[in-house]
């Protein structure tokens, strides 16, 4: 299974150990490669170091968190660009989706998951990625 994961389902997911999105990023895990472009993962990388989270996570359980991720990633050269989503920010998920050939994309984003399924692409939240086979 070829995933794509949404920075927001990630910063949860190593925010709070127990969550919908901690167990979905380690269902995904289990079950196939992590899909990333350059683009994603800096995003990725800048989101979950900005400061107003160190009250919750230490920056060294995000280092180990974002190592971990690294060493399980594929990452997809974007060959071709897509401009579908209302949200333009959202694009590069489904640049990597569709460059990556992913079987899925799990994200808490209402715009992406309001495009389910795109061009053959599943995309879902957290708990519907949990209940998927």
Not at 46 to 67: C, G, N, Q, T
Request: include cysteine; glycine fraction near 6%; hydrophobic fraction near 45%.
């Amino acid at each position: 299974m070829r995933c794509v994961i949404d920075t927001n389902v990630f910063l949860s997911a190593a925010l709070f150990s127990g969550s919908i999105p901690r167990r979905a990023v380690s269902k995904a895990l289990r079950r196939g490669p992590l899909l990333f472009s350059e683009h994603t993962k800096d995003e990725l990388k800048e989101v979950l170091f900005r400061s107003k989270f160190d009250r919750y996570v230490s920056r060294e359980a995000r280092a180990i968190f974002l190592s971990q991720i690294g060493t399980v990633a594929e990452f997809v050269p974007i060959i071709q660009l897509v401009r579908a989503c209302r949200d333009p920010n959202d694009d590069k998920f489904l640049e990597v989706a569709l460059n990556g050939r992913a079987d899925v994309i799990i994200t808490g984003d209402a715009d992406l998951l309001g495009m389910h399924p795109w061009r053959g692409i599943a995309i879902l939240s957290p708990a519907g990625s949990l209940n998927s086979a």
